[in-house]
């Protein structure tokens, strides 16, 4: 059963959490919400939207940041928390792991999902292709959340080529 | 019990202290103070030493003559710090554990609470609450503070015109003999 699931994968302290679907769901609507005042904002108005949603993502990942390491002990170096966030963080939030995570070992970061949880139920292809990147705001600025509480200062940027897989590159940024 | 509990940000500045009120709260801010360099110094031995991976719990930062100061690192290195009484002998590694566990828990709390800023002074009646708990209460003024023995002559004042009171009854009751003898028999036998 799916709730059995995904309380197993937070289960290390017992606690059951909802069903993931109850999510999506939200998030469908945060997305629909926010393009619903005005259907054809024109390209500043969008661009509003989408860091509104980045902002929210942000101000979950912090709190996700310092609520998920919970007993893990501390990161090492930036690629542990990097791996964190594709196993630990992506489980939580969407009941499975990144699919793959490449580096240029210089700061900068691609994780790429086959069938991102989000998309998955749009469309498998190309249909929808310009309508994906709404659905990805939210969870870049979760990754931005997350890493910031974990000290880390990043730009993440996500694409999409073919719906359901979708990329989210993380450039850190130091100063 | 904790004389003082601080919750430092990773910018090194307090997102929450509070110490007993009796005290000299200045102290106590520069005791915290003094121990973010015990802090910062911990962090990096340990990351220099090849050990897997670093324990949350730092321990015993540093002893002085009537306190000794523990400090506690989140993985968003926000830190902990409690000092408590060195004479308060029978407080185990454990227990002071079992102390950053609960505040780290009701930090993650805050941080959880959509109303709070990240970076913001922790404002959280809950957290409040919660350190409240944990910290010694405040000490009885001198007037009402009872000693062992004082206790004792209290006790038998009161145990005795109880037992007055009862013997009255008791007379009473029986209605036959009256009040008789001196006052002293009329305190309650002790059954040996």
């Known amino acids: 059963m799916r709730t059995r699931g995904a309380g197993r994968l937070l289960g290390r302290e017992g606690r059951r959490m909802a069903d993931a679907v109850l999510f999506e769901f939200l998030h469908t609507e945060m997305v629909a919400e926010l393009w619903a005042q005005d259907p054809d904002p024109g390209p500043g108005g969008q661009k509003m939207s989408l860091s509104v949603l980045e902002g929210m993502g942000f101000r979950v990942g912090q709190a996700l940041g310092e609520r998920l390491p919970r007993e893990t002990l501390a990161f090492r170096e930036e690629l542990d928390a990097l791996k964190f966030l594709c196993k630990d963080v992506w489980a939580a939030v969407f009941q499975k792991q990144m699919d793959s995570l490449r580096t240029n070992h210089q700061g900068t970061y691609v994780l790429q999902d086959h069938s991102f949880p989000l998309l998955i139920r749009m469309a498998s292809g190309l249909q929808y292709l310009e309508e994906a990147p709404k659905f990805l705001a939210f969870t870049c600025g979760l990754l931005r959340g997350t890493l910031s509480t974990l000290g880390i200062k990043s730009l993440v940027t996500a694409s999409v080529a073919a719906l359901p897989s979708c990329k989210f590159q993380v450039v850190i940024q130091r100063s | ?192």
């Not at chain 2, 601080?6 to 709260?25: C, F």
């Not at chain 2, 805050?110 to 809950?126: E, H, K, L």
């Not at chain 2, 609450?129 to 209290?154: D, E, K």
Request: proline share 4%.
């Open chain 2, 1 to 192: 019990m904790a004389v003082c509990v601080a919750v430092i940000a990773k910018e090194n500045y307090p997102l929450y202290i509070r110490s007993v009120p009796t005290e000299n709260e200045l102290k106590f801010h520069y005791m915290v103070h003094t121990s973010l360099d015990v802090v910062d110094e911990k962090i990096s031995a340990m990351g220099k030493a090849l050990v897997d991976q670093r324990e949350l719990y730092l321990g015993l930062l540093y002893p002085t003559e009537d306190y000794k100061v523990y400090g506690y690192v989140t993985n968003s290195k926000v830190k902990f710090v409690m000092v408590v009484d060195s004479s308060n002998t029978a407080l185990r590694d454990n227990e002071i554990r079992s102390m950053f566990r609960k505040l780290h828990n009701s930090y993650t709390d805050v941080m959880c609470n959509p109303f709070y800023n990240p970076g913001d002074r922790i404002q959280s009646r809950a957290f409040d609450g919660m350190v409240t708990s944990m910290m010694i209460q405040a000490r009885q003024p001198r007037g009402s503070c009872v000693s062992w023995l004082s206790l004792g002559i209290a006790e038998k004042v009161w145990v005795g015109a109880l037992a007055t009171h009862m013997g009255c009854l008791g007379l009473k009751s029986t209605g036959k003999e009256g009040l008789k003898g001196p006052l002293s028999s009329q305190w309650p036998r002790r059954r040996d």
